[in-house]
């Protein structure tokens, strides 16, 4: 019965391929299509996620009736039980924006393209070997290469070549990675790799870990590697912006994350994990001040995500339990507000057409509903209390303080406190200046979603003990590496 | 201008050296097969295979290959969505030389005809769906050039495209639903089919009707986004 | 340190196509650097697999599962070929819409149009 989890995979891809039949039969069915596929896949994951917290076990699916490491594996455990069933519902919100917001033809290949974005991201945080993880990273990668193109302006395919040419040169250093690591272990199953992880010799593992931790940086948009995200956010569909900063990231992350929590056992880690905290840290301060300086609020709240990005890999950097754990809670509280945030502001542009500062002047009259969802979600990255993302900075302080790095504390409140300067000024744009526009009716199902979500944060922020204890047993599910070696099957026959 | 130079330099020296001591301690030529062995010594009986990489390609390690059709299947759409205007039309401005045309006329059904063998056979020979596929899609390519109002039905291309992608998931799905794995090979293990005729051509389970599937799949593919790159918009068009 | 000439030629590849997407001004050429550069990962990936007096890993008469190289590696470096192709194919879409409108290829000019 558990194999038919499988269809978290196989359901986006059969439909993608179906969209060109349906399309030859009746051009205004393919959105709906996409509305009604991304429900039936958050049906599916809600059905993943209830068995896998329930029953306490992770998931793991064979493919091809091999066991691993002769097959290739999926190991839904409890972090990716969560995160399949937060990107089911990301799409789903998303599918019904894109039914209004999108404007640019051809729809019918944006729907594939959306299917199969949506496809890579899922791959990439169930799987269970590390190839595998490269193939998904690239379904990931090659969709949003066309979708940040998609919609053919200049600006959209300077943004996408950025892009194009960055993730090329990271998937290529993943591929090094690999190689090397296949060449010293001889097997490219994730739970293999960790059980002989002490036996790699520290200079290859070294290299090895590095090369892999610039491929994934690409896509979790760490710096250097994240030059083409503010580009991109800007240029971007408004859905696509959304799923990038909401999901996308997030699963180039996890990947990160799993890969390093996995061969803890190497000689050579600590330099691995100082790599990365150098790396969060130049994130952070770069994304908080280039995000001072924007006019256009897209492109401020882009450069906002990422800097919370770089808090996320400081989390895991730190090497503990804490650390994993604050980071996780961090992804989820982000990935709720982000969502909101760049769905009103996708919302803003589509009904008055800009979204510079001066647009949003008086916002608070003209789309009350839209700015208040605006206004929660920047008081609740500056960290205020009874806001969800205040608990997860608090619990990555926490961590950073048991880890003995005051700097990271010191980076946190310095860049909480950059972040109140250029939201407070928006919030300040929004509700205390004249703008020169008539109220517009807001959309009722837009609207619905987005008061769904600022629910959600205010709840998380007052009672957060619910989501907290999910929180904690994802982590655990990455930290623990011997416990994942235990949960997979492996053949005892090939062995060293 | 030079400074960039030699900061690229000196960062690309580092990067050689620092990648050159890690395979220094992997060394060349030995035998450092793991999984790899595992898969040469069963190859013949858990899938009927003689051809021990399409047996990992398409059994063993057969969700990957799945991710890849799925990988040009998106660069074929997208493809087909940056480059889409209202009207497209050819513009090239003379027909090949007489050369070409005729050759072109004579050798197309050839050259398909070789490209299907090199996908039917990809459990015998080296090969496989891939490059059948590619083969498929360098004859159309070849009357692209020779004929300059020569266009390939887009439409029915593009349907091919998608029933191909269906028919390889739902050759996954039936093998859970049978064998109760996604992608079990139902052909050679439930059904048996095959079990006496390793080396020749009936046999290796499921293997021949995946590589079918992935050769049109990948010809069509691949010639729609020919179509797509030589055509330009129409004037008066979009 | 001695490496064999196979991982030699595989890095140098490498680094010759990361210097091309570093320092080369027209579009289309950091792009055949980029392709350059996936060419020398396949060939490195190809080399890791390589078992000294063995040959290929097709399992007819005279080949038993103890002469054969090690299949993996080829597996995997079908997948990264067509994963390269299909990078490629979108580059060169997105170099075309760009010089559509803005009529240039070359990186320093694009910067300065777009403002």
Redesign the interface.
């Known amino acids: 019965m558990n194999q038919y989890a499988a269809l978290l995979i196989a359901l986006p891809l059969i439909s993608a391929f179906f969209v060109p039949v349906i399309k030859s039969l009746s051009k205004k069915v393919v959105m709906p299509f996409l509305v009604l596929v991304t429900a039936v896949q958050t049906g599916i994951a809600a059905w993943v996620f209830n068995e896998v917290y329930s029953s306490g076990k992770p998931m793991i699916i064979m493919a091809g009736g091999f066991k691993p490491p002769v097959g290739i594996n999926l190991y839904i455990g409890h972090f990716a039980a969560l995160f399949v069933l937060i990107i089911a519902v990301t799409s789903f919100f998303m599918a019904v924006f894109s039914m209004k917001a999108i404007t640019v033809e051809p729809k019918d290949k944006y729907v594939m393209l959306f299917l199969l974005l949506m496809l890579g991201a899922t791959g990439m945080i169930a799987t269970g070997d590390i190839f595998n993880l490269f193939v998904f990273m690239e379904i990931t990668a090659i969709s949003a290469y066309a979708l940040t193109a998609y919609n053919k302006t200049g600006e959209a395919s300077e943004a996408a070549m950025k892009y194009i040419i960055l993730g090329g040169i990271g998937s290529s250093f993943f591929l090094v990675g690999i190689a090397l690591i296949y060449g010293s272990l001889g097997t490219l199953n994730m739970a293999q790799i960790a059980q002989l992880a002490g036996r790699m010799n520290p200079t290859v593992a070294q290299a090895a870990l590095a090369m892999l931790v610039f491929g994934l940086a690409v896509e979790a948009e760490l710096f250097p590697l994240n030059a083409w995200a503010p580009d991109a956010y800007q240029a971007a569909p408004h859905p696509v912006t959304t799923m990038f900063s909401a999901f996308v990231v997030k699963a180039g992350l996890y990947a990160l994350a799993r890969v390093l929590y996995l061969t803890h056992a190497v000689g050579s880690w600590g330099h691995v994990l100082k790599l990365l905290i150098v790396l969060g840290t130049l994130t952070v301060v770069i994304g908080e001040l280039s995000a001072l300086r924007q006019t256009n609020v897209k492109r401020m709240f882009a450069y906002s995500s990422i800097a919370q990005v770089g808090f996320i890999a400081v989390g895991f950097a730190l090497g503990t339990q804490a650390g994993v754990t604050a980071s996780v809670f961090h992804m989820v509280n982000h990935a709720i507000v982000k969502a909101l945030m760049f769905m009103a502001v996708g919302y803003v542009a589509f009904e008055l057409g800009g979204v510079n500062l001066e647009d949003f002047k008086g916002l608070g009259k003209t789309m009350p509903l839209t700015a208040f969802a605006i206004t929660v979600g920047a008081i609740s990255i500056i960290g205020i209390p009874l806001f969800n993302i205040f608990w997860s900075k608090i619990q990555l302080i926490l961590a950073a303080l048991k880890a003995g790095k005051t700097g990271v504390i010191a980076l946190i409140l310095g860049a909480s406190l950059v972040e109140a300067v250029y939201y407070i000024r928006l919030i300040h744009t929004m509700w205390f200046e004249e703008g020169d526009r008539d109220r517009i009716k807001e959309n009722l199902i837009f609207g619905t979603i987005m008061l769904l979500l600022v629910a959600l944060i205010i709840i998380i922020g007052v009672a957060p003990n619910f989501v907290w204890n999910i929180v904690q047993k994802a982590g655990a599910d990455i930290y623990n590496a011997a416990q994942y070696i235990k949960n997979v099957p492996l053949l005892p026959g090939v062995s060293p | 201008m030079v400074m960039?130079?030699v900061l690229?330099?000196l960062?690309?020296l580092i990067?050689?050296y620092?990648?050159?001591?890690?395979?220094?301690?992997?060394p060349?030529?030995?035998?450092?097969?793991?999984?790899?062995?595992?898969?040469?010594?069963h190859?013949?009986e858990?899938t009927g295979a003689?051809?021990?990489?399409t047996?990992?390609?398409v059994?063993?390690?057969?969700?990957?290959?799945?991710?890849?059709v799925?990988?040009?299947?998106?660069?074929?759409?997208?493809?087909?969505?940056?480059?889409?205007r209202r009207k497209k039309e050819r513009t090239a401005k003379s027909e090949g030389s007489i050369v070409l045309t005729t050759g072109a006329r004579l050798l197309f059904a050839f050259i398909v005809l070789f490209g299907a063998y090199i996908f039917i056979h990809g459990h015998?020979?080296?090969g496989?769906g891939?490059p059948g596929g590619a083969t498929i899609a360098t004859a159309f390519l070849m009357l692209y050039l020779a004929f300059s109002a020569y266009e390939i039905p887009h439409?029915s291309f593009?349907?091919t495209?998608?029933?191909a992608?269906?028919g390889y998931?739902?050759v996954?799905?039936i093998?859970?639903a049978i064998?109760?794995?996604?992608?079990?090979?139902w052909i050679w293990?439930t059904w048996g089919w095959g079990h006496s005729n390793i080396?020749r051509l009936f046999s290796a389970g499921f293997i021949p009707i995946i590589y079918t599937i992935i050769g049109i799949k990948v010809g069509t593919e691949l010639t729609g986004?020919v179509d797509?790159?030589v055509k330009e918009p129409k004037e008066g068009g979009e | 340190m001695s490496i064999s000439v196979y991982y030699f030629g595989a890095i140098s590849l490498i680094l010759i196509g990361l210097y091309a997407v570093l320092v080369k001004k027209n579009l289309l050429k950091i792009l055949v650097g980029l392709s350059i550069m996936e060419t020398g990962v396949n060939l490195l990936l190809i080399s890791i697999g390589y078992i000294a007096g063995r040959s290929a890993p097709i399992l007819s008469e005279g080949v038993g599962p103890n002469q054969a190289v090690d299949p993996i590696p080829q597996a995997l470096v079908l997948t990264a070929i067509v994963i390269g192709v299909a990078t490629t194919a979108l580059a060169l879409t997105v170099a075309i819409n760009l010089y559509e409108t803005y009529k240039t290829l070359n990186i320093e000019e694009l910067r300065r149009l777009r403002g």
């Open positions: 960039k130079r690229a330099i960062t690309i990067i050689g620092w990648m050159a001591s890690a395979l220094a301690n992997v060349f030529g030995a035998d450092k097969m793991l999984v790899g062995q595992y898969y040469l010594n190859v013949k858990q003689v051809n021990a990489v047996a990992v390609v059994n063993y390690r057969g969700f990957d290959t799945l991710g890849e799925t990988v040009l299947f998106i660069a074929s759409t997208g493809v087909a969505a940056l480059l889409w015998l020979t080296p496989g891939f439409k593009e349907v495209e998608g029933i992608g269906m998931v739902t996954g799905l093998g859970l064998g109760s794995y996604f992608l079990f090979d293990q080396g986004i797509s790159m």
